[in-house]
Nanobody, 122 residues
Framework: QVQLVESGGGSVQTGGSLRLSCLVS????????MGWFRQAPGKAREFVAT????????DYADSVKGRFLISRDNAKNTVSLQMNSLKPEDTAVYYC???????????????WGQGTQVTVSS
């Protein structure tokens, strides 16, 4: 059974930093894409960043490019999201995900974590 467990959410002030981690278990994902989406109240789930499990090639939403850094540790089966220069508009529940395609559409992903809250106050 595939499980994705996120950790590292919390509350920070504008300009602060947080690091999210996701532990993946249940199978190997060689060739898959790992990533992070987020969902604010009343809004659709949106793409944040993804990384190819095998190559480490990243992709970022324009809204986070230059502030967020995604990485993966194949040996530990983890994917992380370092978030710097946080803004109030980054406030959302952040979800870890795995899918066979390198896509920006949440519908293309097969497995999801339970989500972790990130709150940025001004």
């Amino acid at each position: 059974q595939v499980q994705l467990v996120e950790s590292g959410g919390g509350s920070v002030q504008t300009g602060g930093s947080l690091r999210l981690s996701c532990l993946v278990s249940g199978r190997t994902f060689s060739g898959y894409t790992m990533g992070w989406f987020r969902q604010a109240p009343g809004k659709a789930r949106e793409f944040v960043a993804t990384v190819r499990w095998s190559s480490g090639y990243p992709d970022y939403a324009d809204s986070v490019k230059g502030r967020f850094l995604i990485s993966r540790d194949n040996a530990k089966n983890t994917v992380s999201l370092q978030m710097n220069s946080l803004k109030p508009e980054d406030t959302a529940v952040y979800y870890c995900t795995v899918g066979a395609m390198a896509a920006r559409n949440a519908d293309d992903y097969d497995y999801w974590g339970q989500g972790t809250q990130v709150t940025v106050s001004s």
